[in-house]
């Protein structure tokens, strides 16, 4: 598989937004499951959220719930996570990954094939 390639991160103050985005310059992401993960330093990686292939399926940690949306432009090749509300515990490196299904753990489903990610940190 080609590797996946992470943007969007930045420093953002409490109650900011930011949009993260996940692509591949090889192949396309339309017909994969996407998953976004995020590990704080000291902490294990967690599963944010992720999308079926269709986009009918989504789902998001209970942290993240109501403050986060999925969705993918296909024209693009490309799987946006939009992050409203952040808070001081969102910080974190955000990673996409290739999944075997949107539910369950998602870290049990990744494909383990992890690219740099982007670095969220949101302070005052």
């Known amino acids: 598989q080609s590797p996946l390639v992470e943007s969007g991160g930045g420093l953002v103050q409490p109650g900011g937004s930011l949009r993260l985005s996940c692509t591949t310059s090889?192949?396309?992401?339309?017909?994969?499951?996407i998953g976004w993960f995020r590990q704080a330093p000291g902490k294990e990686r967690e599963g944010v959220s992720c999308i079926s292939s269709g986009s009918a399926v989504t789902h998001f940690a209970d942290s993240v719930k109501g403050r986060f949306t999925i969705a993918r432009d296909y024209t693009k090749n490309t799987v946006f996570l939009q992050m409203n509300n952040l808070e001081p515990e969102d910080t974190a490196t955000y990673y996409c990954?290739?999944?075997?299904?949107?539910?369950?753990?998602?870290?049990?489903?990744?494909?383990?094939?992890w690219g740099r990610g982007t670095q969220v940190t949101v302070s005052l």
């Open positions: 090889g192949g396309t992401l339309n017909y994969r499951i």
């Open positions: 990954a290739r999944l075997s299904r949107c539910g369950g753990d998602l870290l049990q489903n990744t494909d383990g094939m």
